[in-house]
């Protein structure tokens, strides 16, 4: 039977004339496992939201959308409750309650149901979720991932029959993701539970779909099994192939090779296994590729300023490169630099940082990586003065920061773009937002901005973020995405020498990352410092001038992303981790194509 059928939907926002969909016709199916799968802004979160009432986003819909056969706004709220569970974006804004136990049995309570059976499901859950170390916690001791995992737990409970996730991987550390992934998989074979999800790693969430669904601009472009969807994106000339898992875009890119497919058809194998998805299906792939004739060259060759020269030859956006030419970043001089530092939230509790010391070159993008709860955010609020160490010292450009003047704090040496991005936002519109933020700043000749200034800088910044469709809108109303992209432009308009980004990528497309790479290496052209924390490694991997790796409040390792990334097991690519037994030391999907190509294009020529 099929669990939401939804014909004809269209919905437009509040205060917009384009719709955010456009048309829709889907069936999911009873116990299926779909992905949704688009640029930000496509519409995912929007036909998410619109299956489930109280989640509905504002505006006006039209079409038909049923649940087993009855119109969704016909049911009522406690019946959606139970039947259409859902986890968001942001576990702190779904959470409820200050414990564990409390989040568990809340929902369950308010079903009406008696104390053994709320017991029993509660045990049931904290067995099937290996929460028994921390099921006597209370929420703010827990971890992202931990979070994150108690609103799965909290919403199957109530045994739903559908799971709505929107992006619900998007705050996690790669192997937090992996191990919630793997749980929605679990739950969706071992209960029959539907899963419908937002998530832009597809190298995790593909493998495990029944198939999956491309948004683009509301519309749906390709609904098909996993296998067949990188075709026929390909087929379709369409950029989301840039989206599909690392082992599809090695594949679909070396497949128009001819000496690529003789070697192939030489062997065989690749037609047998079929299209390449998951990490071990690419390493399948590349060990057929060269079983007869192993490679030559296995070694990637890396310039000093590799991140900036593949970001102005591959990605370039045309203006930017001729007003801000890539330069190779100037490493003589700290921007940042920390010394025993240790911090702690509570004068009781334990250190969250302990004697860390890091040193940030100017003009570079370092990259902090780690799981979840280990120091990181703490750290780039410590720099930038949200909080204060109770020993050691941080220096901004050489000076000790309580040396700063206040003058010099006003000016904007530093700034930073937290996790959580909507703590940048005020009342009313993104243009109202932008103007707001002039309100603290002076312009360079100390003076307040003129109307004009103000103008032409947010003009400048809107252009720069692909926002002008988004002025006239609410950030609540906005995608992840779509905030994110705000959210920065709040940052940028301040024009601070040393920016902190505090998860930077987070509900990014991987198109507009690569703008985003752009961006920074411009900036960082410009004189400026980019500290930035991620989860995600694949961002860094190709594009950061050196990574590093924080565990337990300190920095454990640091490294140019080649020699970094390369030496890890799950702290690394798709592309590493499928390649690594043929090569040395790759690292992203374009340096496994150079060295596939070196070793038969070039090589076939040469015989």
């Not at 999800?197 to 593909?206: D, H, K, P």
């Not at 507009?512 to 989860?535: C, D, E, N, P, Y």
Request: proline share 4%; net charge neutral.
């Amino acid at each position: 039977m099929d669990a939401f059928t939804i014909k004809r939907f269209t919905f437009t926002y509040r205060n917009r004339e384009t719709p955010a969909l456009d048309d829709i016709e889907l069936v999911v199916r009873e116990g299926e496992f779909v992905t949704l799968c688009g640029k930000s802004g496509s519409g995912k979160s929007t036909l998410l939201r619109s299956l489930k009432t109280m989640l509905a986003p504002p505006g006006v819909g039209s079409g038909r959308i049923t649940f087993f056969g009855r119109p969704v706004e016909m049911i009522p709220p406690l019946e959606q409750m139970r039947r259409i569970g859902h986890v968001m974006q942001d576990p702190d804004s779904q959470i409820a309650t200050n414990s564990v136990r409390s989040e568990l049995s809340a929902g369950l309570l308010r079903l009406g149901l008696n104390e053994r059976i709320v017991s029993l499901r509660v045990a049931e859950m904290v067995s099937f979720f290996g929460m028994q170390s921390w099921f006597h916690q209370d929420v703010s001791a827990l971890s992202g991932g931990q979070k994150q995992m108690l609103t799965l737990a909290a919403a199957m409970s109530l045994q739903p029959e559908v799971l709505l996730l929107d992006e619900p991987t998007a705050q996690l550390d790669p192997i937090a993701a992996r191990d919630f992934l793997d749980t929605v998989r679990k739950i969706n074979r071992e209960t029959g539970t539907a899963v419908i999800i937002s998530e832009q790693r597809l190298e995790e969430v593909f493998p495990m779909s029944d198939r999956a669904v491309v948004l683009d601009r509301g519309k749906i472009v390709v609904d098909a099994p996993p296998k067949r969807v990188g075709v026929t994106l390909m087929q379709l000339k369409h950029d989301m192939v840039l989206a599909m898992p690392a082992p599809m875009q090695v594949f679909l890119e070396l497949e128009q090779d001819a000496a690529i497919k003789w070697r192939r058809s030489e062997t065989g194998s690749l037609r047998s296994m079929g299209f390449p998805i998951t990490v071990r299906d690419g390493r399948e792939w590349l060990s057929d590729l060269f079983r007869e004739q192993p490679p030559t060259k296995r070694a990637v060759e890396r310039s000093r300023d590799h991140a900036a020269e593949e970001s102005r030859t591959n990605y370039g956006i045309a203006f930017l490169d001729r007003a801000h030419p890539c330069v190779a970043p100037d490493k003589s001089e700290p921007a940042v630099e920390l010394k025993d530092l240790r911090f702690r939230y509570d004068k009781n509790g334990s250190d969250v940082i302990k004697d860390l010391n890091l040193t940030v070159p100017k003009e570079t993008l370092f990259c902090i990586v780690g799981g979840n709860g280990v120091g990181k955010s703490t750290a780039v609020r410590l720099i930038g003065g949200q909080l204060g160490p109770y020993r050691g010292k941080i220096l901004i450009d050489g000076k000790e920061v309580k040396k700063h003047s206040a003058k010099d704090r006003d000016a904007g040496a530093v700034s930073l773009l937290p996790q959580n991005q909507s703590l940048l936002f005020t009342d009313g519109t993104v243009m109202q937002n932008f103007l707001s933020a002039f309100d603290s700043l002076v312009n360079r000749e100390g003076n307040a901005f003129a109307q004009y200034e103000k103008e032409g800088q947010i003009a400048a910044v809107t252009a720069l973020l692909t926002l002008d469709d988004l002025l006239g809108r609410e950030p609540k109303e906005l995608s992840a995405g779509e905030q994110q992209r705000v959210a920065l432009g709040l940052i940028l308009l301040r024009e601070s020498r040393i920016l902190l980004l505090d998860e930077p990528t987070k509900g990014l497309d991987n198109h507009f990352k690569q703008r985003f790479a752009i961006i920074l290496r411009a900036l960082i052209s410009r004189g400026k410092t980019i500290l930035m924390v991620s989860h995600d490694v694949e961002f860094c991997a190709r594009y950061a001038d050196i990574c590093a790796l924080f565990f337990d409040g300190g920095i454990v390792a640091a490294d140019e992303p080649g020699a970094f990334f390369s030496g890890n097991s799950f702290y690394t690519t798709a592309a590493n981790r499928m390649s690594r037994h043929i090569f040395e030391n790759t690292v992203t999907t374009r340096e496994v194509i150079a060295l596939c190509r070196e070793n038969i294009v070039h090589g076939e020529s040469r015989d």
